[in-house]
């Protein structure tokens, strides 16, 4: 099987639970394994090195023909974990067709053996365009305006009062990004349960005033 540049190719995989993208939601499928981790930054050096002080597993960094953007002190204890980084281009996938992931070749570099693979490549896009036409503020300074969260407080409420983000978004000064299904629907509750608090006085007080 060829690697395109459509992402279509993973999507087998990752239905089955072989390429994987929540360290958190997922890593524990990994024990003992052989991992690939997809990606080229300080973040991927970060999940490699997570996957192997968590699960002892053996891990490689596939860069994918991008060159590693990753910091000397990561790199140090990349070598000290005995993590790989392959630098070529995916040239192809070695699977039982589209069934068992079991790892990817190379132009030149010997074939790498994977049972599993985690995705990081970063973001795409935060879909912040609305927060930013009203004037909310966002976080990721150092970042382009389409890759910056809106900042939220602990409610999900925005820096332009009552209105509310959820999800993918959004992002609090006092934690890191928590982008699981479960932790969108917590933040959703509390959003939820503070526009409905505020709803409910505003009736009460206008029937009081009756």
Known sequence: MSVKTSPRWIYPFANRE????????EGHLTRDEQVGVLGYTNMAAELAMMLYERYQNKVVILTNGELPEISESRKKILDLY????????IVGILSEGV????????PCHEP????FALVSLGLHRVYNELARQVGARLMDEDQPAEKRHIWINHKGETSIRN???VGDAAKREDETVMKQVYT???YAV????????????IMREEVLNK
Do not use: M, W
């Not at 069934?99 to 070749?105: I, R």
């Open 163 to 165: 209105l509310f983000v």
């Open 190 to 201: 509390r959003a939820v349960d503070t526009i409905d608090s505020r709803r409910r006085r």
């Open 18 to 25: 072989q390429i994987l993208y929540c360290i958190r939601c």
């Open 112 to 115: 790498v053996n994977v049972k």
């Open 184 to 186: 969108a629907q917590e």
């Open 82 to 89: 005995s993590v790989e980084i392959v630098t070529e281009p």
């Open 99 to 106: 069934k068992q992931l079991h790892g990817f070749t190379f």
